[in-house]
């Protein structure tokens, strides 16, 4: 074997095995990308010996917008009943707007999209996107820090999407009220002896949104008309099949009830077409825990008690036994079920769709392998299939920007500071357009120009991999091994591979900078777009602008 090993012979079979790749069917190849599994870290099924599930939004999909409308209508009726004006029943719900991952701002109200080090890409303030120089005005730096939680609340779960919504509609209705104005700190209204902050507003909405499904009624509604909030996909009975009959053994953690788990997975998996029988829900699983209060599950956990079926209840006194299958328990720890169940940490893979309640604790706490749900990442690929044309331009923008700054000296008596006015406008520009060309008002959920978001960047360093739908590791073989590519660090990259470096690709007669210049002395400020083609990138020096007529 160690004669196939030698670099020559590697490279030989690694281009090989590339040409039988690109021979596949485009179909095999893609996966349908809705139906993709992408991969951070390498995960080698093989070695997973359970798979656990979250229930809420990752076996059970609920529908958007109609789900979200309805915890939308039952918060905002909520809010009138704690003393909101009436007239907030008035605002309809649009579900172009909200995304989540925002951060909303306490002080000032604002919806702010960040990327991982806290520098703000985008500032809302209800539905009036905030522009630069009022940006700057309220953070200076454009910055904030993202884990200050006593101003900061992050919205990073699909249930705060209508959080969002309400947060926005609130912050202007209040401030385009007739009988409010604006406090002079700038950090709510008043109408005479009334004062009512962009705190309070926050408070008043997280709490609302607790009452709705704790002490509410949202999942009893939902019980009562599941086709119009649930969907159902017969690919998931065969799904959780395939799993156990390949020897792994399943599990649910989910922070639901046992009543409304129950309902709502029977719903799931009532499917007599496909299991040839009406089979009960528990028998696809080997342990089912629910009121698992993660993230705390993952952490200290609580008291584990088993609860009796028939009634729901919780029988007396903390369960030390095996965990049997079809039975089902409410609380425990992490901890507590790996050593009951025998197994390591990354011997687990958890799938679910809380970045911080089921992926980050699960990784940080429990070292388990992590599959994150995004059901937006579906609308994501389409628009980034869409704009591709448009980042490839901006990524060549900031490419030419980098090397007009090759040329300017080290000495500091000669000041030869390149004019980059022109192509920093084109980048805000180009940045613009691609965000705008995402299906909600707020942009993209992972990216903002060529800049990725704090969401993004938790995805990449948390979720090992992450798909539209759980589901969707069923396109794979049962013992498929998910590997990353390789990264490198900008010292390992080569000089024409990094934006910052000498470039070797450029050897250009005329200086790009005083192309620009030229072209700015031309046509002014009106310069919208550049037509930069490979030569632009390979040595040539042709750069052409689209102006405004």
Not at 129 to 152: A, C, D, F, G, W
Not at 185 to 192: L, S, T, Y
Request: glycine letters at 6%; aromatic letters at 10%; charged letters at 25%.
């Amino acid at each position: 074997m160690a004669e196939f090993l030698t670099d020559e012979s590697l490279q030989k079979l690694v281009e090989t095995c590339k040409k039988k790749r690109l021979e596949r069917t485009v179909a095999e190849l893609s996966r349908d990308l809705d139906g993709r599994v992408f991969v951070n870290r390498s995960v080698s099924m093989d070695k997973i010996k359970y798979i656990g599930f979250d229930m809420d939004h990752t076996l059970v999909v609920y529908k958007s917008p109609e789900y979200d409308l309805l915890a939308y209508d039952m918060a905002i009726e909520r809010l009138i009943q704690i003393g909101y004006p009436s007239s907030i029943s008035d605002i309809k719900y649009d579900d172009s707007f909200p995304i989540r991952g925002l951060f909303f701002d306490k002080v000032y109200g604002n919806l702010l999209k960040l990327d991982a080090f806290g520098n703000i890409l985008s500032c809302f303030h209800g539905f009036t996107s905030i522009p630069t120089s009022e940006m700057r005005r309220l953070y200076p730096n454009k910055y904030v820090q993202p884990n200050h939680h006593e101003r900061m609340f992050n919205m990073d779960t699909l249930f705060h999407i209508p959080e969002t919504f309400i947060l926005a509609a609130l912050v202007d209705f209040f401030d385009q009220h007739p009988l409010y104005e604006k406090i002079k700190d700038g950090h709510g209204v008043q109408h005479g002896d009334i004062i009512v902050t962009y705190q309070m507003i926050q408070q008043d909405v997280r709490n609302a949104i607790d009452w709705i499904h704790n002490q509410g009624n949202l999942k009893q509604r939902t019980l009562d008309d599941l086709d119009h909030y649930v969907k159902r996909d017969s690919r998931l009975p065969l799904f959780l099949d395939r799993l156990r009959q390949s020897g792994r053994k399943l599990f649910i953690a989910t922070n639901s009830g046992y009543q409304y788990t129950s309902k709502i997975m029977k719903y799931l998996l009532n499917f007599p077409e496909v299991n040839q029988s009406d089979k009960e829900w528990k028998t696809y699983f080997d342990y089912i825990i629910v009121d698992a209060k993660k993230p705390l599950f993952f952490q200290g956990g609580t008291m584990l008690r088993e609860v009796d079926e028939h009634t729901g209840s919780l029988r007396l006194g903390m369960f030390t036994g095996e965990l049997k299958q079809g039975k089902v328990f409410s609380g425990g720890s992490s901890e507590s079920f790996c050593k009951i169940a025998g197994v390591q940490g990354k011997e687990v893979l958890y799938v679910g769709d809380h970045i911080f309640g089921d992926i980050i604790k699960s990784k940080k706490e429990q070292a388990f392998r992590t599959f994150l749900v995004i059901p937006e990442l579906t609308s994501e690929i389409n628009s980034w299939d869409a704009k591709k044309a448009m980042f490839l331009r901006l990524q060549n923008l900031e490419f030419l920007l980098a090397e007009m700054y090759q040329r300017v000296g080290s000495d500091p008596h000669q000041l030869n500071i390149p004019d980059i006015g022109v192509l920093r406008q084109a980048i805000k520009e180009t940045a613009e357009s691609i965000e705008s060309g995402y299906s909600k008002q707020l942009g993209s959920l992972l990216r903002c120009g060529s800049r990725l978001t704090y969401f993004a960047n938790q995805v990449s360093r948390f979720a090992d991999i992450y798909s539209s739908a759980c589901v969707n590791l069923v396109n794979y073989p049962i013992h498929y091994l998910f590997t990353s590519p390789h990264q490198l660090m900008a010292h390992e990259s080569s000089p024409s591979e990094t934006s910052t470096g000498v470039s070797d690709r450029v050897n250009s007669p005329v200086p790009i900078e005083t192309k620009l210049t030229q072209m700015k002395k031309k046509y002014g400020q009106s310069i919208v777009d550049f037509d930069l083609d490979e030569e632009d990138i390979n040595g040539g020096s042709h750069i052409t602008a689209k102006v405004e007529d």
